[in-house]
């Protein structure tokens, strides 16, 4: 994807724009360092006529100005009220203001907007983030006839702002994350005749390349030989092959113990013998969100190098029903020694999940470890498809992240995790059930999980509402990349 140059700038004596970004709010007001140019007079009459009304979101574009071959008015409506989901809009509607026209390099006032509640870095953030990821468009696989991909004017986008450090920082902490999104949005959106274990593990191996990570990958046989009953149960039904893909990213002294980041790759989910309806089963190819997501993450980190260890581990498979699939009441041995009796094969992410969590605790003896998955159909029941859910066993650890979700208005809400709970899980014949009835469904899934974190910090991301987009605009949404990559800066 094409990479816009994101910029500061105090003064605009020698610069070259051929677009003027300039918000407007509802009361008529706009930055003063707009009075400067013939335009301003224009603006007000407009405003004063009732044609452009400075709501938010609201966007006109007047053409073949004095000192601008382009000028975009943008409403951010009442001052007082930007709140994070009308910024997060109104960022979304110039980049598609910007993006839909010709221009090239465009000098932003919007920069300098914030109130009591949005911080100016909030909003050059939430700017560069919106215009960076616009860019996004699905391409992997070509279409018949003149559908071509949508040509990219846009150069470069300079804030009209004093050029502080902590600034240019979260412009490119923004971009990076942008960038790392378009590439898990590729690998989500990517059907799973494409998007296979196998190419999860090329895709690692090429970020590998490109920024010098350490990548290891594990086939089926060596994971059914170091006893991953639980993950190689879910991937005896394929016959595509299963990876354990392992990427590390090595930004502080070796010495220092790593993050560690757990992603559920199942490739396509077809619930196995316990086989899902028809209705809408193409979406789960979206099933390795959390994958895509750690691979994201990996993106952005390897541009933004920031001082710190993180480890990626992804176990990746398809959920298929097959002579060889696992079936109800099947009772597997996880890699942690601990037996799983399988009452439903379509609970099969936490069993992949358990043998990945045990494999990173071994291997990278990281100092904290968060899982994301698009792991249960009741998160989206309790949360619906705007805030993912965070559980753990450490309140400042999921204190940081729901911190770190604020920040970028990519949201989680905290879940309990809680003994009464864990109880659900009782089986007869194994150490545990693989599922927990119907209350309280995204719990249960958690608490399952947490029997493989017993002796670290642990958080648990469920992003089943967050991961994609269903409907007309179908498509997957890079989330929680922008949330994780904040964290993971935070903590350098
Ligand atoms: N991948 C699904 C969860 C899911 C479903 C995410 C729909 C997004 C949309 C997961 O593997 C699954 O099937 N979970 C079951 C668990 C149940 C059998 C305990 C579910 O949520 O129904
Ligand atoms: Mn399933
Ligand atoms: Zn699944």
Not at 4 to 30: E, K, M, Y
Not at 169 to 182: N, W
Request: proline share 3%; hydrophobic share 40%.
């Amino acid at each position: 994807m094409k990479s816009i140059n994101f910029s500061l700038q105090s003064s605009i004596d020698n610069a070259d724009f051929d677009t003027l970004l300039l918000p407007v709010f509802d009361d008529g007001t706009f930055p003063e360092a707009a009075e400067k140019w013939e335009i301003s007079g224009l603006v007000k009459k407009l405003i004063e006529q009732k044609d452009f009304a400075g709501k938010a979101g609201e966007t006109l574009m007047l053409f073949e100005q004095k000192d601008f071959a382009r000028v975009c008015l943008i409403g951010f409506g009442v001052k007082s009220d930007l709140t994070d989901k009308a910024l997060t809009e109104t960022a979304d509607a110039i980049a598609k203001a910007i993006t839909k026209s010709s221009a090239a390099n465009v000098l932003s006032l919007a920069g300098s907007i914030s109130n009591d509640q949005i911080s100016q870095a909030r909003v050059i953030y939430q700017l560069t983030l919106a215009v960076q990821k616009s860019l996004y468009e699905y391409t992997h696989i070509s279409r018949s006839g003149d559908l071509k991909p949508k040509e990219i004017h846009l150069e470069s986008v300079t804030y009209l702002l004093n050029d502080r450090e902590e600034w240019q920082a979260k412009i490119d902490q923004a971009q990076a994350t942008a960038l790392g999104m378009a590439l898990t949005q590729e690998l989500a959106d990517m059907p799973s005749n494409f998007c296979t274990p196998t190419h999860l593990a090329e895709t690692a191996k090429q970020l590998a390349k490109d920024y010098d990570f350490d990548c290891d990958i594990l086939e089926r046989e060596k994971m059914l030989n170091m006893g991953m009953g639980s993950f190689m149960a879910v991937a005896q039904g394929s016959i595509t092959p299963p990876k354990m893909i392992c990427l590390s990213y090595n930004g502080a002294d070796k010495s220092k113990a790593p993050i560690a980041l757990v992603g559920k790759g199942v490739t396509f989910d077809t619930g196995g013998i316990s086989l899902k309806p028809g209705a809408a089963m193409d979406e789960m190819k979206y099933d390795m969100g959390g994958a895509a997501t750690v691979l994201g993450v990996f993106e952005a980190l390897g541009r933004l190098k920031p001082e710190i260890n993180v480890v990626g581990v992804i176990p990746a498979t398809e959920n298929m029903p097959s002579g060889n699939a696992i079936k109800p009441g099947d009772v597997v041995t996880s890699l942690s020694g601990q037996t799983i009796e399988i009452l439903n094969t379509d609970a099969e992410g936490r069993l992949i999940l358990c043998d990945a969590l045990t494999y990173a605790q071994q291997t990278y003896k990281p100092s904290k470890i968060i899982d994301m998955a698009t792991l249960t159909g009741a998160c989206i029941i309790a949360l619906g498809h705007h805030i993912s859910a965070v559980l753990g066993n450490n309140q400042d650890l999921v204190n940081d992240l729901l911190k770190a979700s604020q920040m970028t208005y990519d949201r989680f809400w905290q879940l309990p995790l809680s003994e009464e709970y864990d109880e659900q899980l009782k089986s007869n014949f194994a150490d545990m059930a693989n599922i927990g009835g119907r209350a309280a469904g995204t719990i249960t899934a958690a608490q399952f999980l947490a029997r493989f974190t017993k002796d670290i910090d642990w958080a648990h991301l469920d992003i089943a509402g967050t991961a994609w987009t269903s409907g007309a605009n179908k498509g997957a949404t890079g989330r929680p990349v922008p949330a994780l990559v904040e964290y993971l800066v935070s903590q350098a």
